[in-house]
């Protein structure tokens, strides 16, 4: 049976509009089941005699939550609490905690969160029938390109637009330079612990992927000259900044020398730099490293850089910028771009250009910096010893495991305990180190988070790491 609820929020400190402070206690208190499936709202005219608020302010509060599909309006009938994803994902057959995809952290700004959604309908329809009823170019249009151009204009000094690409996706301009470049059994050099992304679609393609040394500045260079010294590599596939697993980034001194590298034995580069943008500046008393010129601005000639939208706006976007190293390159990362998906959904490209227009973009992004820090310290106060000096940036950490633990024993007895986290050998592309990559941005919040990583270290430090191999 349903329950009638005589749900109240307080609001006394709430930020920002009351409406959205309505609709914000509202998903709080179904996280924290005070208010279940089937539950009867207040009737709009009590809950605003109770609050001391105006009608409409309550009813503006019950429609966000609505729009939020926190809840639905029956005709009649009133207001009722919707049954929710089992997760943020809406997949219930996860484990209760993934820390094993690399979400961007969930943030909490009620005001942002409203910006996100409201001038879509105007940014898409302004656009008009032209683009909903035509195939754009590949490439993209002229002003999605002009907008990507602008965003990877602090990576790449004095690019031009007809060098920059609007793709689907990260994965899917990884896809298109990778067909560019090589074909079915040609060799590709990639970091040794590598993007599970590029590892799979390495398979697809037929490509044999050789292992780049790696320390703790990333790939070596002495590694990467040993190998083309014997092969023919393709194309060298790298992520310079808060790789991918490791977090790493590699300093100005890695950077001249692959480059180098790279020079010395005509090897094209595929720079993926989707984290930069994660990168905090000196406020948060860390020097930026975004500041680090990118391998596309040190050899022009050879990189292929590819950054998107995906951790530092939203995944759900698809929309990355692919900047190629000449016009003649751009034609080509066209016509693969028509054999693979057409072209980026224009919709979301739309979407996209108007949240870098209107500053949006720019605030989710430092939404996510600020939670993303806010993690990162939260994590370095209970692996503070396992993670050392200096604080991490972005949303993944590396945790080497101390012997006796192997990867497969501590991922096995997180996974009892809920929580799910990815073991070396999704990046190994040579033997697998004894390691985890835990992803931060799982925990719905940073309480959540806390709890999973007292989870963690109590496996680390107290679990008998045999006892927990005898299921
Ligand atoms: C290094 C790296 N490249 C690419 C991607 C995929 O990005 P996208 O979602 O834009 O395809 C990821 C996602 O985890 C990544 O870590």
């Not at 092969?231 to 300093?251: D, Q, S």
Request: neutral net charge.
């Amino acid at each position: 049976m349903n329950r009638i609820s005589n749900w109240t929020p307080k609001l006394d400190n709430a930020d920002g509009p009351a409406y959205l402070a309505i609709a914000n206690a509202l998903a709080q208190s179904i996280r924290n089941g005070d208010l279940i499936a089937g539950d009867r709202l207040p009737p709009q005219r009590v809950l605003a005699a109770a609050l001391g608020l105006d009608f409409t302010t309550v009813s503006r509060g019950y429609a966000e939550a609505q729009r939020r599909g926190l809840t639905e309006a029956r005709v009649g009938q009133g207001t009722y609490v919707k049954p929710q994803p089992t997760s943020s994902t809406g997949r219930a057959s996860y484990p209760a905690v993934d820390m094993m995809i690399n979400h961007p952290p969930r943030f909490s700004d009620p005001a942002l969160e409203t910006r996100l959604w409201e001038d879509i309908p105007a940014a898409l329809s302004s656009r008009g029938m032209e683009m909903l009823m035509r195939y754009q170019h590949p490439a993209g249009a002229l002003h999605d390109r002009t907008i990507g151009t602008n965003w990877l204009s602090p990576r790449i000094p004095d690019l031009a637009r007809e060098r920059v690409l609007v793709c689907p996706g990260t994965q899917s301009a990884l896809l298109v330079v990778s067909m560019m470049l090589a074909r079915a059994g040609d060799a590709v050099c990639v970091e040794a612990l590598c993007y599970p992304g590029f590892l799979l679609l390495a398979k697809e393609l037929g490509l044999r992927l050789l292992p780049v040394e790696m320390d703790e500045h990333g790939a070596k260079p002495e590694s990467l000259d040993a190998i083309c010294r014997v092969e023919r590599p393709k194309a060298f596939y790298c992520t310079p900044i808060l790789h991918n697993p490791t977090a790493v980034t590699m300093p100005l001194e890695r950077r001249v020398a692959l480059v180098e590298v790279a020079r010395r034995h005509g090897l094209p580069v595929i720079e993926d730099d989707n984290y930069w943008p994660l990168f905090a500046s000196r406020e948060y008393g860390v020097e930026s490293e975004a500041k680090l010129p990118t391998l596309a601005s040190l050899a022009p000639e050879r990189v292929f850089y590819i950054s998107g939208l995906a951790k530092c706006v939203s995944p759900a976007l698809r929309i990355a910028y692919l900047a190629v190293p000449d016009f003649t390159a751009a034609e080509r990362a066209a016509v693969v771009i028509r054999a693979t998906t057409s072209m980026a959904s224009p919709l979301n490209a739309a979407v996209a250009s108007h949240w870098v227009e209107s500053g949006i973009a720019q605030s989710v992004l430092e939404a996510i910096r600020v939670e993303s820090h806010a993690r990162q310290l939260i994590a370095q106060r209970y692996l503070d010893r396992e993670l050392g000096a200096p604080l991490r940036q972005g949303f993944h950490l590396w945790l080497s495991l101390p012997k006796p633990w192997t990867r497969g024993a501590f991922a096995h007895q997180l996974r009892l305990g809920g929580i799910s986290v990815a073991e070396s050998d999704a990046f190994a592309v040579s033997d697998p180190p004894e390691a985890v990559r835990i992803c931060l941005g799982g925990p719905e919040t940073r309480a959540d988070l806390e709890r999973c990583l007292k989870q963690i270290t109590d496996v680390l430090h107290h679990h008998s790491p045999s006892a927990s191999l005898v299921i």
